[in-house]
Structure formats: structure tokens, C-alpha cells
């Protein structure tokens, strides 16, 4: 199959104009490591489609999907084997929230003049909190940054400093999100048992996937969860009517809303409802 497209005459043409599920299924059959000349004449709409199915995953079938850093890091090293300039730009056409919390996965970034030596003005000379020579790190664009493992490590830095010299405003703003990512764990206080930023990030990355998921007609796993349940309490005699629907709806929505509806605050579909609007400040006309 990936030779029938690479194949194709006017291939930039073509790729824009496939599916992203059909994308994502050739780097199922043929592995994402032979597929980087395919991703990179993805659209950005069609790379975030494509991301959202391989950079998640579920521990079994019925739980909620996580995040894959190391997944997200064997993307980087596949782009940068097609080219740094390349996967620079595809870096560049991602979901800036997605790239920061892959990356906050793989580095931590810092001001290198906050963490660097400097002299006070009694002369006594502070040593620097972090430096080139903690392990894996390197400086660019006045932040440096620090490898948390070996995993695609040098993918990492070649397309970010291709990305400073190319893309310097995404550069910016994506090291400016790692690096809030990158702060030591709070002392325990009365909020401690609050996600911490990154953990927070990543929620509300899965929060936003979701949202795309259902835009797209699917459900999320604790949706069909919460469905099933609800479908297993209706019970059906022989020769009996059909459960309501309107209670059936209204219950598997209370149980996958977090904003769960109030006893008798169940909306009304028999019959329009007016409502005013708030540019006239006045009930508008029904039809």
C-alpha cells in the first residue's frame, strides 16, 4: 500500500487530500519509521487527526486512552531522518499544546540566565544551579535545556534548533511552555492533592482530543461505559413498551456531564422554549 502512494504521480497533490484513518492505517501495516516522506506532506488539520490516534493509547480495551511520550519521541526521529528543515516545519504545523507536553516529556528547559553563574554585587561569586555539564544538554536561544532520559535525544535538539533558526516566534512560544513545565514539585500545602501543571497539561490535552473525538461521531471510553450501564438497568418484559428515551438519554447524560443536570431541570423537546437573546435584551420571535 505505501508503495502504491509514494508511487502516485504529484504526490504532494495526493497525500492532502487522503483520510488521515487511512494514513494512520498504513503506519500501522507498514510502521511509522518507513512513513516520515508520507507525514511530511500532511496537512496540519490531517497531522492533528493522525496524532490523536497513534500518540494514545489504553492499557486494555474499556480504559481512557494515555498520552505516549515515547511514541511522540520516535516521531521526532522519523521527521528528523527525512530532514531537520522538514521536521522542523511539521513541528512547527502541530498543536502547539501537543508539542509542548511531548516535549516536556523529554527535556527540561530553563532561562539559562536564571540558572546560570553570576557575581553579586559584594563580589561573591554564585556557582550556576544547572548547567551544560548536568548530562545530556545544550543552550539554545537563551534557554537551556536538559535531557530527562537518552530516548531521542539528539532528534530532540536537532529539530529544535532548526526550529529556533527557522520558526524562531514557534520556537519561543513552545519553549516558553516547557518551561513552565519544568518546575521542581511544590511543597505539600492545602491544594496538594491538585494535578500539578504538567499533569494538568496533559489533561487537558486528552480533555481537547476528546472533544474532537466527539465532533467526529466517537464516543469516549468512559462514555460507552457510562451508555452500556445505563442500557444494562433498562429491562424489556415480553410484550412490554420501550423504555423511555428521554429518560434513557437524560441519565447517560447526567452520568458523562460533569455539570450534571438538577431534578426537574431536564430539557423539554415537545415544545419550543424561549430564551433571550443577548445582543436585543428581548425574547426573540419563534417561528
Known sequence: MLERILGAPHLAQVVPRLAPELIHRVIQQCGLEACGELLTLATPAQLTRILDLDLWHSPRPGLDDRFDPARFGVWLEVLVETGVSVAARTLAAMDVDLAVAGLSQHVLVFDA????????????????????DDGLACELGGFLLLARGGDAWDAIA??????????????????????????????????????????????????????????????????????????????????GAIPQVRLLA??????????????????????????????????????
Open 250 to 287: 437524560r441519565t447517560f447524560a447526567e452520568s458523562t456531564n460533569p455539570l450534571r443536570l438538577r431534578p426537574g431541570l431536564a430539557p423539554d423537546f415537545r415544545r419550543p422554549r424561549r430564551t433571550i437573546s443577548w445582543k436585543t435584551n428581548r425574547p426573540p420571535l419563534l417561528a
Open 113 to 132: 540566565a536564571a540558572v546560570g553563574a553570576y557575581t553579586t554585587t559584594d563580589g561573591e561569586a554564585v556557582p550556576a544551579r544547572r548547567s551544560v
Open 158 to 239: 536537532a529539530v529544535l534548533t532548526a526550529l529556533d533558526a527557522e520558526h524562531p516566534a514557534c520556537f519561543q512560544q513552545v519553549m516558553a511552555g516547557c518551561r513552565a513545565l519544568s518546575n521542581s514539585t511544590p511543597e505539600a500545602d492545602g491544594f496538594h492533592d491538585l494535578l500539578d501543571d504538567a499533569d494538568q497539561a496533559l489533561f487537558d490535552l486528552a480533555s481537547e482530543r476528546s472533544r474532537r473525538h466527539e465532533r467526529s461521531g466517537y464516543l469516549s471510553p468512559a462514555q460507552a461505559r457510562a451508555f452500556l450501564q445505563v442500557a444494562r438497568q433498562s429491562r424489556l418484559e415480553p410484550g
